[in-house]
T-cell receptor, first 116, second 109 residues
Framework: KAGVTQTPRYLIKTRGQQVTLSCSPI?????VSWYQQTPGQGLQFLFE???????NKGNFPGRFSGRQFSNSRSEMNVSTLELGDSALYLC???????????????FGDGTRLSIL | GEDVEQSLFLSVREGDSSVINCTYT??????LYWYKQEPGAGLQLLTY?????DMKQDQRLTVLLNKKDKHLSLRIADTQTGDSAIYFC?????????FGKGTSLLVTP
């Protein structure tokens, strides 16, 4: 079974631009979560999607947004990029159910975003 | 929110056992997780323990859970140089995972 696939692996942008990152979950998984990893703040939760609905959002500004498609694939978008957005962005998927909030999450290798 | 605390560094000699500790503040989670991150890679789910268990063993890995003290530990037996990585304790908070800062394990020959 293929794991979680994130594209692209590396991305370089400049301040003020916007970026879209993509995540394909493990086949059959319906829940997709996004995390930001930086040396200073560690791993921080961005948002979680299930059946195309955002169920939970972390403490990030509105410049960070996401969506999920009917095939469970997900994208996240960051607009008006700032230097502090440089990070490893990780996507995780889990089987997901309507009521079960606690199932093992499997991570992709991430997208390394660098802002110049 | 809840806090998840881990020590930042651990150095062991090859063949010894490694013990990585984690404390958390919320005891309502169903499962508690350990992830491993190697350089340039994402997070690999190592193991997890159900909150009604005290111990889980999986080959060289042993997870101990003390719910009363809200303490979780990961023991790696016969540690190898390939075990050098950062290990994260993760505690669910709603639909999200709350991570510790990670323990960097260095295994020396």
């Amino acid at each position: 079974k293929a794991g979680v696939t994130q594209t692209p692996r590396y991305l370089i942008k400049t301040r003020g631009q916007q970026v879209t990152l993509s995540c394909s979950p493990i086949s059959g998984h319906r829940s997709v979560s996004w995390y930001q990893q930086t040396p200073g703040q560690g791993l921080q939760f961005l948002f979680e999607y299930f059946s195309e609905t955002q169920r939970n959002k972390g403490n990030f500004p509105g410049r960070f947004s996401g969506r999920q498609f009917s095939n469970s694939r997900s994208e996240m978008n960051v607009s008006t990029l700032e230097l502090g957005d440089s990070a490893l962005y990780l996507c995780a998927s889990s089987p997901g159910t309507v009521t079960d909030t606690n199932q093992p999450q499997h991570f992709g290798d991430g997208t390394r975003l660098s802002i110049l | 929110g809840e806090d998840v605390e881990q020590s930042l560094f651990l150095s062991v000699r090859e063949g010894d056992s490694s013990v990585i500790n984690c404390t958390y503040t919320d005891s309502s989670s169903t499962y508690l997780y350990w992830y491993k991150q190697e350089p340039g890679a994402g997070l690999q789910l190592l193991t997890y323990i159900f909150s009604n268990m005290d111990m889980k063993q999986d080959q060289r890995l042993t997870v101990l859970l003390n719910k009363k003290d809200k303490h979780l530990s990961l023991r790696i037996a016969d540690t190898q140089t390939g075990d050098s990585a950062i290990y994260f304790c993760a505690v669910p908070l709603g639909y999200a995972l709350n991570f510790g800062k990670g323990t960097s394990l260095l295994v020396t020959p």
